[in-house]
């Protein structure tokens, strides 16, 4: 269990998971999900060893890294801020800009899996529980085609 957790919702959490692997076991075999989420480890421990490689575990907290996950963001974001709405997906489609849009987010996606990592957080299953959950809120027979309203939150 995790420092702080609730035991109740520890257990909770850990049913959904359950509940979560099995109800989407066919549709991740079906569409190569559950290698996306393996490939995860791959992105956690190539950065650890270019982190250890450089003595620069010693910087790693929760803090430091959502701060640099909020600049990389922040990266990504300067690409796209002037982009035309209506073009930006074409846009993005052709060099130099697509590399770099890949670029940055591959920052993102790393310092991402490195804060889950501070949080001890199982992002591939945190986010296929999340989905779970949005979809469970947001039903196809009244969303389909409703953008989310926010304010009725
Ligand atoms: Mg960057």
Known sequence: MRVGACPGSEACRAAITVATLSAWWG????????????????????????????????????????LALVGEVG??????????????????????????????????LVYLVGLAEQCEVDLGIAALAKIEKSAAKHPVGTSRGVAPDRTAE
């Open 75 to 108: 990266e990504l974001a300067e690409l796209l801020q002037w982009l035309p709405a209506d073009r930006a997906k074409e846009l993005i489609g052709h060099e130099p800009l697509h590399t770099r849009v890949a670029d940055e987010l591959a920052d993102v």
């Open 27 to 66: 549709v991740c075999r079906l569409h190569g999900i559950l290698a996306a989420v393996s490939d995860l480890e791959a992105i956690r421990s190539a950065a650890r060893a270019f982190r250890e490689a450089r003595d620069w575990e010693q910087f790693q907290d929760p803090k430091s890294v959502l």
